[in-house]
């Protein structure tokens, strides 16, 4: 009887069960291992349990993990949102989407794989920090230095003129990638080589971060909390300074052990007095290179095969390239400026488009739908 008749019967719904879960079937498993096992519980009294009353508790421990498995299973699925009618924060006018079928998909792809499947690609300037605040402009990393006490007015002016030349050009909609790439090194070593010429102090920098105006993003708390809540691995990539980066999130007390920061870090003498930068330089156009050098990073993610990447240029969206095994990868991108010009081609680019938003709200509400 264990092998065949009932037990068979009972092998038969739980298989049927773990590959088209219903509620039929899961009723139908537990009424049945309820009835055959008063069965034998009527039919026999060893003191010992029988090899059949043994596969029975077997059994049933299998059925009720196919079971929840099921529940669980039909629960994700049921999850999968419809952006308007279950995420109100997609209803906002400043979030763009070309395809929203597309994104629902992905979305849902990110809901079932969980936290343990996820990982976090992100830039920091302008992306995590703000643009703006009531109509002023908010520092980068590089700014804040640019804007401080610890350089001359001389070497400001300087760094301005730079600004001025080359960020044009940075988002200049008619130049493609490729004729904006060397322009950007030009800038970086320049501004680069006048900070060395200041003889930055390293113990200065955490007043100067305090002094400044810069900001991050309306919602950061939550979004590094949980992540860290999680332990879901987050990767800032950025082309600004790295000691002012790691500076502003400390600061911010979001600086957890779930985060790593691959940046332009400074390389400073005995004194603390700064002397060059280390490494090979990052710039917002050169991220596919620094992702492929990355890749040992990555590789100690090979579970983490669905994506969040947030960012706010053409360059950002390289930055998951040094990830082998992408499974999922949702791409969430900030215009901040030139809108008129850049919205098209930043909507066939990113899945979705932040327009002037300086919050973390949409990343949120799909953090909130995974974990």
């Given at each position: 009887m264990c092998v065949t008749g009932p037990w068979?019967?009972?092998?038969?719904?739980?298989?049927?069960?773990?590959?088209?879960p219903s509620t039929a079937l899961c009723a139908a498993i537990l009424v049945f291992l309820k009835q055959e096992e008063f069965s034998f519980a009527s039919a026999a009294a060893p003191a010992k349990p029988s090899a059949c009353m043994q596969a029975l508790r077997l059994w049933t421990l299998l059925a009720t993990y196919a079971v929840a498995v099921g529940q669980n299973?039909?629960?994700?699925?049921?999850?999968?949102?419809?952006?308007?009618?279950?995420?109100?924060?997609?209803?906002k006018k400043t979030v763009h989407i070309k395809d929203p079928g597309r994104?629902?998909?992905?979305?849902?792809?990110?809901?079932?794989?969980?936290?343990?499947?996820?990982?976090?690609?992100?830039?920091?300037?302008?992306?995590?920090?703000?643009?703006?605040?009531?109509?002023?402009r908010c520092p980068t990393c590089h700014n804040i230095i640019d804007n401080s006490k610890l350089i001359t007015e001389e070497c400001r002016k300087k760094l301005l003129q730079l600004k001025e030349t080359y960020y044009a050009i940075e988002i200049d909609p008619a130049l493609t990638i490729e004729e904006k790439?060397?322009?950007?090194?030009?800038?970086?070593?320049?501004?680069?080589?006048?900070l060395i010429e200041q003889g930055l102090q390293k113990d200065k920098f955490a007043e100067i971060v305090r002094e400044s105006d810069v900001m991050l993003k309306e919602g950061y708390e939550n979004f590094f909390d949980k992540l860290s809540e999680h332990n879901i691995p987050v990767f800032i990539f950025s082309a600004g300074i790295g000691d002012i980066l790691e500076e502003v999130i400390h600061q911010a007390g979001v600086y957890h052990s779930n985060v790593k920061v691959v940046s332009n870090f400074m390389d400073f003498d005995e004194n603390g007095i700064l002397k060059g930068f280390k490494g090979e330089l990052i710039h917002v156009y050169n991220k596919h290179d620094g992702a492929l050098k990355n890749t040992e990073?990555?590789?100690?993610?090979?579970?983490?095969?669905?994506?969040?990447?947030?960012?706010?240029?053409?360059g950002d969206l390289s930055m998951a390239d040094g990830v082998a095994n992408v499974e999922h990868i949702l791409k969430i991108g900030y215009l901040n400026d030139k809108v008129d010009e850049l919205l098209e081609k930043y909507m066939d680019s990113y899945d979705i488009v932040l327009v002037k938003d300086e919050s973390l709200e949409v990343a949120n509400s799909i953090l909130q739908k995974i974990l």
């Open positions: 068979g019967f009972a092998r038969g719904l739980v298989r049927l069960y773990l590959e088209t299973q039909g629960q994700k699925n049921q999850e999968c949102p419809k952006l308007n009618a279950q995420m109100p924060e997609f209803q994104v629902e998909e992905i979305i849902c792809g990110l809901i079932k794989g969980g936290a343990a499947k996820l990982q976090i690609i992100t830039d920091f300037d302008m992306t995590l920090s703000r643009f703006s605040y009531n109509g002023k790439y060397p322009y950007m090194v030009e800038w970086y070593n320049k501004s680069h080589a006048l990073y990555f590789k100690q993610l090979k579970d983490n095969s669905n994506i969040i990447l947030l960012g706010d240029s053409q």
